[in-house]
């Protein structure tokens, strides 16, 4: 009896940190010479309420954010985050297309558009995210798929 337990204990803990894993999977980044797209992924609920509140998005079961951030490579190789136009749409496997109306944040010295989308838990997601620098001529673009678990 305390095989099967102890059986099980294991097989409970690889499911969640497998679960836990594709959670923090998603971020990336794309590089495309002297500027890098940024992005990451996750449920609102995984905000604070005052941070929800603050950016005038709703917490909720079945609605995800994408970050998306525009950085510049500096002479000396650091990274600069700049302002630009973010757009984009996220399509479940079934094909159904949502446009994103990305958002303009400004804090500090960083900058970075967000977006709310709905997903349903377990469903793959697939993300076409067009970035344009200001005073850059060509877009950025970025294609990426994630599943969002509700928590």
Known sequence: MMKHIRAFTT?????????????????????????????????????????????????????GIVNISIMQEQDNGALKPVSGQVEGKVSNDIQQINFLAFRRIEEGDAVYFIAEYQYRSGELMTFNITARPTGHRQDLSVRFAHTLFSD
């Open 11 to 63: 097989f409970l803990t690889a499911t969640l940190l497998t679960l836990a894993s594709l959670q923090a999977q998603a971020a990336g980044s794309q590089d495309f010479g002297d500027y890098q797209v940024h992005w990451s992924v996750l449920p609102s609920t995984f905000l604070s309420p005052e941070v929800a509140k603050a950016n005038d998005l709703q917490r909720s079961k079945g609605i």
